[in-house]
């Protein structure tokens, strides 16, 4: 190995990938949703907790129509069920009542064949 190049193979090992990727994940510069088909979070990042000013245990209780608050938000999520995958602008209601435009990306995945809906996103400037 070259000098100066510490040994980082370690990393590859399937379980600290995991490590990694869930600290990532956590400390993202993007807000991160993982909510089930019944519209329950079940997973979120920090920077949504942070950004929202909520507590993760806060949010885990609410559901995505609780916090994306636009008029469309439960037609937008059964046509992500339906559809597989989905990008959009929505509203996102903080604890304090501010309303903050969320542009998203979201796509259904699945664990031990449950279905799961993860939607990544910026607070955009504006709805349009």
Known sequence: MPEGN???????????????LYEAWDQAPALVFVADENMRY????RT???TLGYTRDELLGLSVTDIAVAPDAPELYN???????????????????????????AKEGTISGLPYYISVGFIADSIA
Request: net charge negative; aromatic share 8%.
């Open 6 to 20: 510490p040994d980082t193979s370690f990393f590859v090992h399937p379980l600290v990938q995991q490590g990694l």
């Open 42 to 45: 079940i997973a979120v990042n």
């Open 79 to 105: 046509e992500l069920v339906q559809s597989h995958e989905q990008t959009g602008i929505t509203l996102l209601c903080a604890k304090d009542g501010t309303l903050h435009p969320f542009r998203y990306a």
């Open 48 to 50: 949504a907790c942070e």
